[in-house]
């Protein structure tokens, strides 16, 4: 009996002190969060074709890299954070949230050097990410060669 007191009073202790949060609105949120980092980088395709001529594919590359260097500078002068907090996975799903991690990790441990800090622990985060990119194209490239051979593919 002692026991079911004690989950009871502990289940009571987590939901008076979790965060209340409100699905609906942080999935608004984050849909016009997402939505806006999107139409940035529309706007970043749509100028590069019709101003500069650029292809569509040129343009998407540079898109990527604008919204990249947008998303590191945010970063490095502390304003991302804030797109995140409000925004939350709107902010952190795009390839800008990527760049942040990356950014942040980064600017944590410059304390620590050039070497040991910036150029160790910036792959914290891009680390796995290329790792696991690298293997899994590694294995649909086998799995593709061998649909080839045996003509499923």
Known sequence: MASQQKI??????????????????????????????CCIGQFIVNVAGSRFGIDKE???SWCSMLLILL?????GFN???GLVKWGG???????TGFANSVV????EYKTEGQVFGIGCK???IAGPVI????????????????GKMFGIV
Do not use: C, D, H, R
């Open 131 to 146: 790792l696991y990119g690298i293997f899994t194209s590694w294995v649909l490239g086998l799995i593709y060669w061998g």
């Open 58 to 60: 040129t343009a998407a």
């Open 89 to 95: 996975a709107g902010a952190l799903v795009p390839i």
């Open 79 to 81: 304003l991302y954070g």
């Open 8 to 37: 009871k009073e502990y289940q009571e202790y987590v939901q008076k002190n979790s965060p209340k949060t409100n699905l609906p609105l942080q999935m608004a949120k984050a849909f016009v969060m997402g939505g806006l980092i």
């Open 104 to 107: 942040a990790s980064a600017i």
């Open 71 to 75: 998303s590191a500078v945010l970063t």
């Open 122 to 124: 910036i792959f914290t």
